[in-house]
C-alpha cells in the first residue's frame, strides 16, 4: 500500500468514525491525526500510515509460521514480549525477530 493510499484510508476513516476514534484506534493524538491530514504533521508520517494500515487496512502478509495472515496479526506478534508459555508463541517469537517487517514496529 501507497503512502497516498494510506493517507486516504486515514481520510476515510476519520470520515467514518471521527478523528478521535481513529487517533485513539492508532494510538496517536486528535491533532496529530489532523495535522497528518493538513500535511502539516511533523514527526514521522511513515509510522503513523503504517499503523493506519494495520488497525484499519485489508493487507495480508505472508508468516512462516501462521502462512497468510492479516497486516494486523503480524503486528501484534511483532510487538509481543517473549514468553516460553508454548512452542508456537517461541516459534512465532524466533521467526519475527528474523522478518523483514521487524524494523516497521
Not at 11 to 19: G, T
Request: charged fraction near 25%; glycine fraction near 6%; charge should be positive.
Amino acid at each position: 500500500m501507497t503512502q497516498s493510499d494510506q493517507l486516504e484510508l486515514l481520510r476515510q476513516k476519520c470520515v467514518e468514525l471521527s478523528q478521535a476514534r481513529v487517533a485513539a484506534a492508532i494510538g496517536y493524538s486528535p491533532s496529530a491525526v489532523n495535522q497528518a491530514l493538513r500535511g502539516t504533521y511533523k514527526g514521522d508520517l511513515s509510522n503513523m500510515l503504517g499503523k493506519v494500515s494495520e488497525v484499519f487496512g485489508n493487507e495480508t502478509v505472508s508468516c512462516p509460521i501462521l502462512g497468510e495472515i492479516p497486516l494486523a496479526k503480524c503486528a501484534y506478534h511483532r510487538r509481543r514480549e517473549f514468553a516460553a508459555t508454548n512452542p508456537l508463541r517461541v516459534q512465532l517469537w524466533r521467526a519475527c525477530r528474523q522478518c523483514e517487517r521487524e524494523g516497521k514496529r
